[in-house]
């Protein structure tokens, strides 16, 4: 058993980036691999519980990387590949030993992208790299540095396809895989930098969008709203300043899947529907018409 975080798109919840690196060790306390990658990831996940995303953020440590992949591996072929249709990935980034040395100057990151087969992924791994390559200037002060992706997490979800993209540290580390690899013998201002690369590539990754005001806020959702929300067995759709009176709502929940869809002809400002039949937990209730679409978490009780 693993822990995996999903943070809900508003937009398209059901296509996701994921986020990921390994927390288990070859020898020793692992602190740089993948120790530095494991707090990066719980980091971009702190930082942005609160940011709007439209894609689905899945934020992923996996285990038996140093075994062989075994984590991602199994993931990928009983999770991604376990529904029909297949989970869809906008793409995977992995995040795996950023520490580097301490005592010396760490000032570029290593941007891997895909140079494997299957090819077909390879042109779209190439232009996400580039991506984070820009992301990581605009966001830290560390230089990029094009390189390519090997041995890591993310390497099934290449085999599987997948646009895959990642970080690695530019001087490889002396002490990974020894007992040596130790907290004092990595830079942890580097992690720091690395980090905040992270962060703002994840940003763009995932699409943040952030309202400054509440009349932004009104304008882009037309005033729509479900309640309660909290909900038990009946939710009520308020269409708000939508002028139309034609739309489609359906309610995803936390894997993707549709989980109800109405259609509503000549509705009134206010229709009902009965949620009674749909497990506890949090989903993703979308009203969608004619060039709109609104999109708004709601707890199911
Ligand atoms: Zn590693």
């Known amino acids: 058993k693993n822990l995996i ?32 990658g494991v707090v990066t990831i719980l980091e971009i996940a702190r930082l942005l519980q609160n940011i709007p995303t439209e894609y689905s953020i899945k934020f992923i440590n996996f285990s038996g990387e140093e075994d062989g ?21 906008k793409l995977v980034f992995n995040i795996d030993e950023i520490g580097s040395v301490a005592g ?33 200037e ?18 099934p979800f290449q085999e599987n396809g997948e646009v895959i993209t990642g970080f690695f540290e530019h001087y490889y580390s002396p002490h990974a895989h020894t007992t040596q690899d130790l907290l004092v013998n990595l830079d942890t201002t580097y992690v720091y930098h690395v980090a905040k690369a992270a962060i703002g590539a994840t940003l763009h990754f995932a699409k943040a969008t952030i309202s400054t005001s509440e009349t932004e806020n009104a ?16 939710l009520t759709i308020n269409k708000g300043k939508l002028t139309v009176n034609d739309y489609s709502f359906t309610i995803v ?32 209730a979308v009203l969608e018409t004619d060039g709109h679409r609104i999109t708004k978490k709601i707890v199911i009780e």
Do not use: W
């Not at 304008?219 to 009946?234: E, Q």
């Open 5 to 36: 975080v999903t943070k809900m798109g508003t937009v398209y919840p059901n296509t996701y980036v994921i986020v990921c690196g390994h927390y288990d060790t070859a020898v020793g306390s692992g602190t740089n691999d993948n120790g530095s």
């Open 69 to 89: 992949l075994l984590g991602s591996t199994h993931y990928v072929t009983s999770v991604v590949n376990g529904t029909t249709p297949k989970m869809d990935i």
């Open 104 to 136: 010396i100057v760490n000032d570029k990151i290593v941007c891997e992208r895909d140079l494997f087969a299957p090819t077909s992924n390879n042109a779209a791994s190439d232009v996400v790299t580039r991506e984070l390559m820009a992301c990581t």
């Open 138 to 155: 605009l966001y830290s002060p560390l230089k990029a540095e094009l390189s390519y992706a090997y041995g890591s997490d993310y390497m």
């Open 219 to 234: 304008n882009k959702d037309f005033n729509v709203s479900f309640f309660p929300n909290p909900v038990k067995d009946r």
């Open 253 to 284: 929940d936390i894997h993707g899947n549709r989980v109800l869809k109405q259609q509503f002809v000549n509705a009134e400002l206010l229709e009902t529907i009965d949620i009674s039949k749909l497990n506890s937990g949090i989903y993703m």
